[in-house]
């Protein structure tokens, strides 16, 4: 928001240098992002914070430099005369929505005359990025600007009855706002009305059916507290902000209502612009009482690790005109002023008392630790393991929002999850909580691909959501994501280039099993929709199913205009962080030789290695040291179409003696009956 050098001097004389204050006010948290000079002024352009409704203003931003700076404010004239007309016999104000609307205020103002403004009011505005219109108009903008309170002027004689209603909307009913659209509003929407239609929406812009115009004549001018919720949620289900709603949607000052008022007929009667009408009608059924909280002293000094002497605490506050009255040696009861509505709780307090003590006075120590080290929990340092093996293998961590779009989430989720869905998201491609880590993944792998980068290798640990019939909450999930495209490793002059295929991305995973100890890793084939049918395996530990991976279906890459092929893994930490490990056992290296034997077998297509393995493992022969595939034959001419031929190699040995021929003979014969008779093999 722009700022006024000369503007702000009008309320706080301020005595330093342009940069200096930039730099103090930074400090304090209004960020001060540039300093530009116009004319003999300067404009500062400063980044104000949600939560600081109350610095949108001249009035604001001064409040705190005079804080700051330990000097007095000097707020503008109010003054002005009236005419012997009742402000109250010319308009009947009817607030029948006080849930929405607390405060409602108005004054009348005769004989208007509509004129440009004179030039000193044109600078002012355009200076703070304003455009001027016209005398009346600039005002209620000037004072908007000054005070931080916005106003709307209606045309007295277009509203019909001189009836003014503030209340909700009705269904359908329609409005064209000055911007020359016309809307159609809902029955949650507040507005305000005449006798038969709709004039403006409550804090957010006016009608064109009510709109100063140059036969205006009478006006009323509007000043009112609006809630913030509701003015937030008019605007965006009409996509319409104005700075009037900007406002609004951060909470105004409602004791201040009056102010901008005589504000606004002081600077119409010094322009000539009119008469003002006695008298101000006031709209107000249940008064807002002052909010009060407390503060302790000893907190303070606690939470901010430095002394701060309690007659300084008092110095500071004040300063921030906030009224604090003694309750005991250590703590004061604490009225906050109407226009600070971030402030509820004594944190608050004591983050104000921070801020104008000044950061750079709170020295940096480390705190007081009397506990003992009774260590991480075990899940805690698994997962830090986790992230340093996938991080020696060669890969990258990605942070996603937990945010996604539903659309790509579904292409990825399986059929038993159930999306949460978000009931305010910040983005229609925000909707839903992620039932799945791969979404975000390929995102981030077709990102770098679109700027040239064709080699990723990724991987993400957060948690997944879905909904579990039966249950109120919905479940989370501690989940590895794994992703990788393009070549296995950068180019090297010596070595030529291989693609990442489906057995580098098993390698990796069993690299990361065997880095824990955990065992009975198996693959399994498996028919996911979203990967390739010849290219995806459900993972288990322990025969329980804990993953799946696979190569990513080129139909889903197509649509993600993806070039390239995509491996894809996603595991259930829950699982493996609480599994028990396997002690890692050590064993001297062999001083036999090993015996090596290969067999070919022809299987069925559907047997898996993994089941070949636990059926040679379970003859319990302790002379079978290994077992490895090392050739594997789809078809041939001797190949039957529904068999596949797998070569097995063999090493026997025995670990106290020299094997002989005829031991690795009959062991050798024993596995290969084993696997006729359970895996229905024949010899090649």
């Not at 507040?190 to 709109?211: H, K, Y």
């Not at 014969?669 to 895996?679: G, M, Q």
Request: charged residues 25%; contains cysteine.
């Amino acid at each position: 928001m722009r700022y006024s050098w000369n503007w702000l001097k009008s309320f706080v004389n301020i005595d330093i240098e342009t940069q200096e204050l930039a730099d103090r006010l930074s400090m304090v948290g209004l960020g001060v992002e540039s300093i530009s000079s116009s004319g003999d002024d300067y404009i500062f352009d400063i980044e104000i914070t949600p939560n600081r409704g109350d610095c949108l203003s001249i009035l604001g931003l001064s409040r705190e430099i005079a804080a700051l700076l330990g000097k007095k404010m000097t707020l503008p004239p109010m003054t002005y005369t009236e005419t012997k007309k009742k402000a109250g016999d010319l308009v009947q104000v009817k607030l029948e929505a006080p849930d929405l609307c607390p405060r409602y205020c108005g004054k009348v103002v005769k004989g208007v005359k509509i004129a440009p403004s004179p030039d000193w009011l044109v600078e002012r505005l355009l200076a703070v990025g304003l455009r001027p219109i016209n005398n009346v108009v600039d005002i209620t903008n000037f004072v908007l600007a000054e005070l931080g309170h916005p106003l709307h002027a209606f045309d007295l004689g277009s509203v019909l009855g001189h009836e003014v209603i503030v209340r909700r909307a009705r269904a359908g009913e329609k409005i064209r706002t000055i911007d020359g659209v016309e809307r159609v509003l809902e029955s949650d929407m507040l507005i305000i009305a005449d006798q038969n239609r709709p004039i403006a929406i409550a804090g957010v812009m006016g009608g064109t059916n009510s709109e100063i115009t140059q036969k205006t004549t009478d006006i009323f001018i509007e000043s009112a507290y609006f809630d913030p919720p509701s003015v937030r949620r008019t605007s965006k289900k009409l996509n319409l902000s104005s700075d009037a709603s900007y406002r609004f949607e951060r909470g105004t000052d409602p004791h201040a209502l009056t102010k901008a008022i005589e504000r606004t007929c002081h600077l119409i009667q010094e322009l000539g612009a009119g008469e003002i009408c006695s008298g101000v009608i006031d709209t107000h059924p249940q008064p807002l009482q002052p909010r009060k909280t407390w503060l302790r002293s000893s907190r303070v000094n606690s939470l901010l690790g430095v002394t701060v002497e309690k007659r300084r605490v008092e110095q500071l506050l004040t300063r921030l005109n906030f009224e604090l009255q003694r309750r005991d040696d250590d703590s004061w009861t604490v009225t906050i002023p109407s226009y600070r509505w971030d402030i509820e709780k004594e944190i608050d307090l004591i983050e104000e008392v921070a801020r104008l003590y000044g950061y750079d006075q709170i020295p940096s120590t480390m705190p007081l630790w009397r506990g003992q080290n009774a260590g991480a929990p075990n899940w805690v340092e698994r997962e830090r393991l986790i992230r340093r093996t996938m991080i020696a293998a060669g890969y990258y961590e990605v942070v996603n929002y937990t945010f996604v779009d539903d659309n790509i989430d579904r292409l990825f989720r399986l059929e038993a999850k159930q999306a949460v869905k978000l009931q305010n998201p910040i983005a229609e491609q925000m909707g839903i909580l992620r039932t799945s880590l791969l979404p975000a993944m390929v995102s981030n792998l077709a990102w770098n691909i679109n700027r040239g980068i064709k080699n990723i290798k990724l991987f993400e640990i957060g948690k997944v959501y879905h909904l579990v019939k039966g249950k109120k909450r919905p479940e989370e999930r501690e989940t590895l994501g794994i992703a990788a495209t393009g070549n296995f490793a950068e180019h090297y002059w010596k070595d030529g280039e291989r693609e990442f295929d489906f057995y580098d991305l098993k390698g990796v995973i069993e690299f990361l099993f065997r880095r824990f100890g955990w065992e009975t890793l198996s693959f399994a084939p498996d028919n996911i929709d979203f990967y390739h049918p010849a290219g995806v395996a459900v993972i288990r530990c322990n025969h329980r199913p804990i993953g799946h991976m696979g190569m990513l279906h080129p139909h889903i890459c197509a649509q993600l205009e993806i070039p390239q092929s995509v491996y894809m893994a996603q595991l259930d930490l829950e699982l493996l962080l609480k599994a028990e490990a396997s002690l890692v056992k050590f064993q001297p290296l062999p001083k036999f030789p090993a015996i090596s034997r290969d067999i070919s077998l022809l299987f069925d297509r559907s047997i898996s290695f993994d089941a070949i393995t636990r059926w040679i493992n379970s003859l319990k022969e302790d002379i079978i040291s290994e077992v490895k595939i090392y050739d594997l034959y789809h078809q041939g001419d001797n190949i039957p179409k529904d068999k596949v031929s797998i070569s097995l190699n063999i090493q026997f040995r025995h670990p106290q003696r020299t094997l002989t021929l005829e031991e690795v003979a009959r062991a050798q014969e024993r596995l290969i009956n084993l696997l006729k008779e359970k895996l229905n093999a024949e010899p090649r």
